[in-house]
């Protein structure tokens, strides 16, 4: 799946040591898409990462461009319980 990355996107991915195939197995397989509440143009998609303890990985996108923009990527330990 092609995507194009913002500069905090850039930025946050090399801070938090998140790895580009995982950013692109949530977008390509996600468990849960969410709207995000204050903007409805960007999605979150949430997903599993079996390589890093089965952890929840939220990437926040809008999916109306092309290719996909990534606008954030995060670990999200609140969203673990939900799924």
Do not use: C
Not at 7 to 25: F, Q, W
Not at 43 to 72: C, D, F, K, M
């Amino acid at each position: 799946m092609q995507f194009n990355l913002t500069k905090h996107a850039e930025y946050v991915i090399k801070r938090r040591g998140i790895p580009l195939r995982s950013i692109e197995y949530v977008l390509s397989k996600p468990l849960a898409i969410e709207v995000d509440k204050i903007d409805p143009e960007l999605e979150h998609r949430l997903g599993r990462v079996a390589e890093y303890g089965n952890r929840v990985l939220r990437v926040v996108v809008n999916a109306r461009v092309e290719p996909i923009r990534v606008i954030t990527v995060f670990w999200d330990r609140r969203a673990s319980k939900k799924l």
